[in-house]
């Protein structure tokens, strides 16, 4: 094997590595942001849960408000003033639900994407296997080093 032949088989060797590790760094980026993508969901969650829970509480506040209201107008706590505290308690808990609700569809969504990020990543790595033979080829093929 001549220089120019070894210094080339260097040139390839050295290409291909530096494919592999462009895809090795691609795809650890792409779980990092997968984990902070799934830490992110769980914070979505553990917000609306807790704002939930606030709305609850501050739901049970303004039904004592609006019984006293109530009593203190001298109307008898039957027919249409049971019909609106049920109305009101029906409506706020809605209102609780929604909010669960939309951080967990949130929260599934995050979670979409991380997972759509690590499926990337192993794409990423099987493309990298698949490109490093086809540079290894080409290179020695250029280099006319094959036969």
Do not use: P, Y
Request: hydrophobic share 50%; proline share 0%; net charge negative.
């Amino acid at each position: 094997m001549s220089g120019v032949e070894v210094v080339g088989a260097f040139a390839v060797g050295m290409q291909v590595l530096g494919q592999v590790e462009q895809a090795k760094a691609e795809a650890k980026g792409n779980r990092a942001q997968a984990r902070v993508l799934r830490f992110n969901a769980q914070v979505v969650e553990d917000e609306a849960v807790e704002t939930a829970r606030r709305h609850r509480r501050m739901s049970v506040k303004r039904e004592g408000e609006n019984v006293a209201i109530i009593g203190a107008s001298g109307l008898a706590m039957e027919g249409s003033s049971i019909d609106v505290l049920v109305d009101n308690a029906v409506e706020e808990e809605l209102q609780a639900l929604t909010i669960e609700h939309k951080g967990a569809m949130e929260a599934k969504s995050l979670r979409m994407q991380a997972g759509m990020l690590d499926d990337l990543a192993g794409d990423i790595e099987k493309a990298s296997a698949i490109n490093v033979a086809g540079s290894f080829a080409a290179g020695w093929a250029k280099l006319d080093l094959v036969g």
